[in-house]
């Protein structure tokens, strides 16, 4: 089955800052690859996700790029701000008759003032 | 819209002691998952729906964790003779079926606590 590595576990910036969070996959198949912003007691909000015949996908302040070759995919939040911080989560979703997504651990990402 | 709904949002269970917790999709969703999150993991894949049909539960930790979905709708996932372990928080996420929609909607989870 897949396998998500996500890194790193916590992440401080000043705000202003960029943060950068990278995932590897395992499975080849996957076609998938949400971004997701979990607050403390809250549910997972997508953020930006991309597909795996796109390299790069920008939103505002938020892009992501994959890499497909070398099986992995970034998260970029550029000018941090303080309510940028939050868990965020990477996952991929597999192309074959399994629909569910399998999850990184989570970066703890802690924006300061 | 109204999101994904979940309830209850907290549960506390002695040791032993069977669960059920409700998620409702958003209307016409076809596709309802069911997923565990532990304290500072990320969400792990229990079970998936879609429509009235589980068409994987491979995700499902023990037989003692059993989902349900009759009417396509609104689904329930039990837990019998709740133990320690099963303590973390149950997501459920819905997707619609349109054809390169991929985006799970999640709701606000159901925190188990057993004692």
């Known amino acids: 089955g897949e396998n998500v590595e996500q890194h790193p576990s916590t992440l401080s910036v000043q705000e202003g800052d960029s943060a950068v969070i990278k995932c590897t996959y395992s499975d080849s198949a996957s076609n998938y690859f949400p971004w997701y912003k979990q607050e403390l007691g809250k549910r997972p909000q997508l953020i930006i996700d991309?597909?795996?015949?796109?390299g790069e996908k920008k939103d505002q302040r938020i892009a992501v790029t994959l890499n497909k070759t070398a099986k992995h995919f970034s998260l970029h939040i550029t000018e941090t701000q303080p309510e940028d911080s939050a868990v965020y989560f990477c996952a991929a979703l597999s192309s074959g008759s399994a629909r569910q997504l399998t999850f990184g651990s989570g970066t703890q990402l802690t924006v300061l003032p | 819209g109204a999101g994904v709904s979940q309830s209850p949002r907290y549960k506390v269970a002695k040791r032993g002691q069977d669960v059920a917790l409700r998620c409702d999709p958003i209307?016409?969703?076809?596709?309802l998952f069911w997923y565990q999150q532990a304290l500072g993991q990320g969400p792990e894949f229990l079970t998936y729906?879609?429509?009235?049909?589980?068409?994987?539960k491979s995700g499902l930790p023990s037989d003692r964790f059993f989902a349900e979905r009759p009417e396509g709708s609104v689904s329930t996932l039990k837990i019998q003779r709740t133990q320690q372990e099963d303590s973390a928080v149950y997501l459920c996420?819905?997707?619609?079926?349109?054809?390169?929609?991929?985006?799970?909607?999640f709701g606000p989870g159901t925190r188990l606590t057993v004692l």
């Open positions: 209307s016409g969703h076809v596709s």
């Open positions: 729906f879609q429509n009235e049909a589980q068409l994987d």
């Open positions: 996420a819905s997707s619609p079926a349109l054809a390169g929609v991929n985006e799970q909607f």
């Open positions: 991309i597909r795996s015949n796109v």
